[in-house]
Structures are given as structure tokens and as C-alpha cells.
């Protein structure tokens, strides 16, 4: 998100990969095969040509991930996202049927402690899909946050709004970083 | 009528519920900002439930893939479109300061719109 401000940071700017990126084919013959609703061998060739055309026409910038898959982490990162879903869900539809003043709202900066593209828009990703939180905007240079939250009566509701979002921040690291970045991760929490 | 059948009335039910109240929120709602969460969260786990509760009715495997599609781009799209729209508005001025408790985004783009020295 936000792409394009990189802050002027020298060397910063993302670079174009070239070359054949076969994960990405397959997920969009997957895709493409899912669509079509039949698993035949026509479906898969002409959904590898249409694959092989897109990633040509629109490439996109490498992802740095030097980490692992965590299923422990992982299971704890999509448990929780699913209880976050449900339980916000109800809490802004609660809103939207309240009798009474429109509920009072915030925006608020909220500093991740990663310094990873790829986590800064998993983590933004999904503050996005619980209800009661909206990334405005995002600093790529400083992994910022800016968040517009819904329904908050007091200073202590914003800070635990920020609270939760660096707790999904840390669910994500926890679930998907390598044992230096965790290390790295946790080092930069205890200095704040 | 078999349990599943029960499980799947109760989810489509329930998705239904959910995209109505997004859309009361909608309208009840007083800005933009605000407008925002309520027509891309309640509709996110509605949406679900009712792609969960047509699963369970259907039973198919070609038809539950087409499903699994649509969860995933409605997961990735969501996120994306609510942010571009919330940024553009945003910057455009259309937030209505008088809701916010806490603004910690104004003073920064303030900040970067002075000229530097």
C-alpha cells in the first residue's frame, strides 16, 4: 500500500524482477482453473498462457522473506484474526444500531516494530479487515501506521487500540519471521 | 432436512443480518471515515458467513472452489479498496474533525507540507 513513497531513501526503491516467477504462475492457474469450475487439461494450458501473460504485462516487485512458516504461529495468527473478526463484527454493528450520538472516533500512529514490507502489509492487511480499524495512511520508511478507529470514549480505549495493533503485528512476526528477525524483533521491543 | 441443512439456514441468516445492519450503518454513520468501516467489516464476515452457509447446501467440490475464490479476493480486495479511499478522503479534507477524539495524522502531513528550510 502506499507504494510509491519511499521517502527519498536512497536505494530504496523497489526493483523489478525479471525472469519466470513460478509460484505466482501457479497460484494464477489455480485461480484461473477455480473459475472455470473444472479441473481439465485445457483449463490448466490456457490458464498457464494467461498466467504467463499477466506476470509479463504487470511484474511486480520481489517480496523479501527470509523467514519460515511457523504452524504453531500460524495457527495463532488465523485463530485469533477470526475471533477479532467476529467479536468486532458485533461491536460495530452495535454501533451502527445505537440509539444516540454518533459514536466519537480517533486516529491514531501507531509505530510497528518490524522493519519488513512484507509484515507492515500482512499486519495493515488485516487491521483492515477487523472492523473498527481503517489504515489511512502508511509510512514505509518508518513501518508507521496510521489508523482511523471507531467508536472510542477515552484515552485509555485509543491506547489499547494501539495495544491491539502492535499485538497482530506481533502475531505475524511470530508467525511467519526467521530466527534472527524474531530475535531482532523482540530486541527493538525491549528498548521502547 | 439433514443438520447440515440447520447449520447452513443459520449462516446464511446470519450473513444476511450483518449486511443489513452494514447497511443501516451506512446510513447512520456521520462521515466518511466512519461510513467506511461499516460498508467493508460487517460485510466481510457476512459475506463469509453466506459463502459458508451455500458450502454446506451445495456439497460440490467445483462449486465450493469457486466459493474459495470469492473469500480470498474479497479478503485481499477489502483491505485495499477501504484504504485508498480512506487515504484519498482523508487528504481531500473530507473528515469531519468534530468526530475525532484523537488526530495524530494531521500535524504529520502538516509537517510535510511546510517547505522545508
Same mark, same amino acid.
Given at each position: ?42 483449463? =490448466? ?44 463484527? =458485533? ?60 467508536? =472510542? ?36 521491543? =525491549?528498548?521502547? | ?117
Amino acid at each position: 500500500m502506499s507504494r510509491e513513497r519511499s521517502d527519498g531513501v536512497p536505494g530504496d526503491a523497489p526493483v523489478r524482477r525479471n525472469g519466470v516467477q513460478w509460484p505466482m504462475l501457479i497460484g494464477l492457474t489455480v485461480v484461473w482453473v477455480l473459475l472455470w469450475g473444472g479441473l481439465t487439461v485445457g483449463n =490448466v494450458l490456457s490458464g498457464l498462457v494467461v498466467a504467463v501473460v499477466v506476470t509479463l504485462v504487470f511484474p511486480l516487485p520481489p517480496i523479501v522473506f527470509g523467514g519460515r512458516l511457523r504452524a504453531r504461529g500460524l495457527a495463532v495468527l488465523i485463530g485469533w484474526f477470526v475471533v477479532e473478526l467476529v467479536v468486532a463484527s =458485533v461491536q460495530v454493528a452495535a454501533l451502527a444500531l445505537r440509539i444516540g450520538r454518533p459514536p466519537l472516533n480517533a486516529v491514531i500512529e501507531v509505530d510497528l516494530r518490524s522493519r519488513s514490507d512484507l509484515y507492515l502489509t500482512l499486519t495493515a492487511e488485516l487491521l483492515s479487515l477487523v472492523p473498527g480499524s481503517l489504515v489511512v495512511e502508511v509510512r514505509r520508511s518508518t513501518s508507521t501506521l496510521f489508523l482511523h478507529v471507531l467508536g =472510542v470514549r477515552d484515552e485509555s480505549d485509543v491506547e489499547a487500540a494501539r495495544r491491539r495493533a502492535l499485538r497482530q503485528e506481533e502475531r505475524v512476526v511470530r508467525a511467519l519471521a526467521s530466527d534472527e528477525e524474531l530475535a531482532a524483533y523482540l530486541a527493538e521491543g =525491549v528498548g521502547r | 432436512m439433514t443438520w447440515l441443512d440447520v447449520v447452513s439456514a443459520a449462516c446464511l441468516l446470519a450473513g444476511c443480518a450483518l449486511s443489513l445492519i452494514a447497511a443501516v450503518g451506512l446510513i447512520r454513520f456521520p462521515d466518511l471515515l466512519s461510513r467506511m468501516h461499516a460498508g467493508t467489516k460487517p460485510q466481510v464476515f457476512g459475506l463469509l458467513l453466506i459463502l459458508v452457509g451455500i458450502g454446506l447446501r451445495l456439497r460440490d467440490w467445483s462449486d465450493v472452489g469457486m466459493l474459495l475464490a470469492v473469500a480470498m479476493f474479497q479478503l485481499l480486495t477489502a483491505p485495499v479498496a477501504a484504504h485508498m479511499v480512506g487515504r484519498a478522503a482523508y487528504r481531500r479534507g473530507a473528515v469531519r474533525r468534530d468526530t475525532l477524539l484523537v488526530d495524530e495524522l494531521t500535524p504529520v502531513l502538516e509537517a510535510e507540507d511546510r517547505p522545508g528550510p
